[in-house]
């Protein structure tokens, strides 16, 4: 029945499949013959303002016909909408290769040109531009943008006769040419012709009097001539032309919250933010968090969020909102939201990571970071926060990688390089830091944030000469800038300019009253002068000005401990914990005070709770090692220093300390020496690391290679206990007579010492008992 069925209908049923199949064909391949369907679908998006949608129907139209110019047009058009100059600038320029009379492709490509140039002093960037308006003109003789560029370009090469030849022309052949009036203008205001700038903007604005560019464009010199009644009439003009006008807009809110009129430049906002243009409606609510009223702020951020789900831009600025508040259950709810609909929302789970960095919950965000780097593994934000939780558990080398690896993605990525130009720094690596800083972005170098970062590196290579440049060149960009007084202070403290150093010091601390940092350095100046107690005195007068600072009591504790008032400094870092009970730094302080006293047991127990503390872990190793040493315990302090050299490599105490017990207890003296020689790279003049190599030596039984490093270590440091090293590595290498000298010489210094009883021992020995 079944079969008798099948052959009834199987002709009939396969003919129509061919036919189906042949349309479907057909439909196919007349939609991969025409790409410019994509193009056109590009357009009505661009219209709408969707133009990561016309990006992906543009790419769909290239990848079909990669030599449409006007496919490669449109694709810069949405580039630059979107705010990627870079990109929109390489697609027009393909767009006229492709095809040299695109009239409107060239004519968008001189008009980037031409604002460009505004911003750029590189003479060879401005020749190349000219060269490339030229070509433009070439192809299009009467493009009023080329024109325009070439004025400008002209003008900055140092030609501004032929620029202002240019830009007459261009107003010649289209006197409604609002960019080159706008020219024109910029190039008198620069030669201090106010009078023919304002004539030559007034003009363009009667020329095009339906123009809300022009108005506006008018009102901008206003404000620059500080016109302020001239401008906001300008502006009104501008908004009777276009009401909806939202550069106007925000130009006249500017005007009346500078004026004072803050009711009208608020009502202003609020009119700029019901705009249908997506980047002015926050406007109003950042206003509003800007004048403190952060409840509103929050509401109309929450209120833009639900309006529009699917932009992410609007569900950061809320979840932003959230951190600045502390608000973090509400972030949290926000971003859970978000990922409950989308588990793989790769902002949902950027902006969950940040929370979980902020509550100190480092695994989880590390998980959600290593969720979005599989959906997006050239997220440079992504490698930057997983630096964080690097950092914080102080694994310094993944972290700069994961730092190197963010600039990889995204050079311009700021805070990436800041933060590893400060680990490399910190971590004995200043030459590093200082070849990252200079490789930094043109845009970005003049940046007060970059030159302070790149101070700190010259700092850390005692380069003086240099830093006092750059710290006055600093100083130039950024008058009074309180973090380039301190460095300046700091650096008359280290070239022993005490009156200058003081001077600077006290300038930061008049305004920012609770900088430790500046503090701690003015005291210094005092002890420099051998006025001890006058050092104290002034921490303490500055802590009591400022009884509620955290960062002033501890640094009050800290200089009553090195004062030996320990009961004092006890009071003061209680002080500091009872504001911030989170204060590991301050428990660190209490535990070395506890050490001092011989009261290991209370040391090791404080340190056991902040070493849960992440990032504290190798501070708190380095601590107990030194503990367990001072108890008389070396092979108990072996496993914290190594513990510390694993995860700060370049840790030169930890270095040290570790390679002289190993040398001094033990039998592992290759390592020994390994780890002293590494001690040696970081620091070639340290007395102390060379006297732990000659220790090394000496405990191998190579005593003339012994003898030739404690003479370095002598000659750099004249200690007791090194005198005894070098005493006994004479005697063995046979030199009795240098070996008693030296012994003599140690004894007078500290008789007492452990090493004085064996070096004693050995002169007996070889000596016959004589």
């Not at 960019?179 to 003009?203: C, H, N, P, V």
């Not at 939202?246 to 608020?266: H, Y």
């Not at 008049?510 to 005291?523: H, I, K, N, Q, S």
């Not at 989170?582 to 535990?591: E, K, N, Y």
């Amino acid at each position: 029945m079944t079969l008798v069925s099948l052959s009834r209908y199987a002709r009939p049923l396969m003919f129509l499949i061919l036919i189906i199949s042949s349309s479907l064909i057909m439909i196919s391949c007349q939609s991969r013959s025409s790409p410019q369907r994509y193009v056109d679908r590009a357009k009505t998006l661009i219209e709408k303002k969707q133009y990561d949608r016309a990006l992906l129907e543009l790419k769909n139209a290239i990848k079909l016909n990669p030599t449409s110019a006007e496919a490669y047009y449109q694709a810069g058009l949405a580039y630059l909408a979107l705010g990627d100059y870079r990109m929109g600038y390489q697609t027009l320029l393909k767009a006229t290769e492709l095809d040299p009379k695109h009239v409107s492709a060239q004519n968008k490509l001189a008009e980037i040109i031409g604002s460009s140039v505004i911003n750029t002093q590189d003479p060879q960037a401005l020749q190349e531009a000219e060269q490339r308006v030229q070509s433009v003109l070439a192809n299009v003789p009467d493009s009023g943008e080329a024109l325009n560029a070439l004025g400008l370009t002209e003008y900055f090469l140092g030609k501004p006769e032929d620029a202002i030849k240019h830009l007459e022309t261009a107003l010649e052949k289209s006197p409604q040419n609002l960019q080159a009036s706008r020219s024109l203008a910029i190039i008198k205001i620069r030669q201090k012709d106010f009078t023919g700038a304002e004539q030559s903007l007034k003009k363009a604005a009667a020329d095009s009097p339906k123009s809300a560019d022009a108005q506006l464009a008018l009102a901008e010199f206003f404000v620059m001539a500080q016109r302020p009644a001239d401008a906001e009439a300008a502006y009104r003009q501008a908004l009777s032309v276009d009401p909806k006008y939202g550069l106007a807009l925000l130009g006249l809110a500017r005007l009346q919250i500078t004026l004072g009129k803050k009711d009208e430049g608020e009502k202003t906002l609020v009119l700029l933010s019901a705009l249908s243009d997506k980047e002015y409606k926050p406007l109003h609510a950042m206003y509003l968090f800007g004048q403190g009223r952060q409840e509103e702020a929050i509401k109309e951020l929450e209120k833009l969020a639900a309006d529009a789900p699917k932009d992410r831009e609007a569900f950061t600025r809320l979840v932003s909102a959230y951190f600045l508040t502390k608000r973090f259950p509400e972030a949290e709810l926000a971003v859970n939201a978000a990922l409950k609909t989308n588990a793989k929302d790769v902002t949902a789970l950027l902006e969950r990571s940040k929370l979980y960095l902020v509550t100190a919950k480092f695994s989880e965000a590390e998980t959600d970071l290593n969720q979005v780097l599989k959906s997006d593994p050239n997220s440079a934000i992504a490698y930057y926060l997983l630096s964080k939780v690097s950092l914080v558990r102080g694994n310094q080398l993944p972290g700069r990688q994961q730092l190197s690896k963010a600039l990889d993605f995204d050079p311009d990525l700021l805070a990436a390089r800041l933060d590893l130009a400060r680990s490399l720094t910190a971590g004995g690596a200043a030459k590093s830091a200082l070849d990252l800083l200079d490789e930094t972005p043109e845009s970005q170098k003049n940046l007060l944030p970059v030159i302070v970062e790149r101070d700190q590196a010259l700092f850390g290579l005692r380069n003086h000469v240099e830093l006092r440049k750059t710290i006055n060149r600093g100083l130039e960009l950024y008058k009074d800038a309180p973090d380039l007084v301190l460095q300046d202070g700091v650096l008359r403290f280290e070239t022993k300019d005490i009156a200058g150093a003081r001077k600077s010091l006290e300038q930061v601390l008049a305004v920012r009253p609770e900088d430790g940092v500046a503090l701690d350095a003015l005291a210094k100046t005092y002890v420099f002068q051998k006025q001890p107690d006058l050092a104290l005195r002034t921490v303490e007068q500055y802590a009591a000005r400022r009884p509620n600072s955290v960062s002033l009591q501890n640094l009050l504790g800290n200089w009553l401990a090195l004062n030996k008032r320990h009961d004092d400094a006890r009071r003061a870092y209680a002080a500091a914990l009872a504001m911030d009970p989170s204060l590991a730094g301050t428990r660190m302080s209490l535990a070395l005070l506890d050490a001092q006293e011989g009261k290991l047991d209370s040391a090791r127990q404080t340190l056991a709770v902040v070493a849960q503390t992440p990032g504290m872990q190798a501070r708190v190793e380095m601590t107990l090692g030194m503990i367990e040493e001072k108890a008389g315990s070396p092979s108990a302090a072996i496993p914290h220093y190594r513990k510390v050299v694993e995860a700060e490599p370049n840790n030169l105490r930890a270095l040290n300390n570790l390679a002289y017990l190993l040398a001094d207890g033990t039998d592992q003296l290759d390592e020994a020496l390994k780890f002293a020689q590494q001690a040696k790279e970081l620091d070639p003049n340290s007395g102390i690391v060379e006297d732990t190599i000659g220790w090394a030596y000496y405990r191998k039984g190579l005593f003339d290679s012994a003898v030739s490093h404690l003479q370095n270590a002598v000659a750099k440091e004249p200690g007791a206990v090194l005198k005894y090293h070098l005493a006994m590595a004479y005697l063995k290498a046979g030199d009795r007579q240098r070996g008693r000298q030296v012994l003599d010489q140690a004894r007078r210094l500290d008789p007492r010492l452990p090493e004085a009883a064996a070096a004693s021992q050995l002169m007996t020995s070889v000596s016959g008992g004589n």
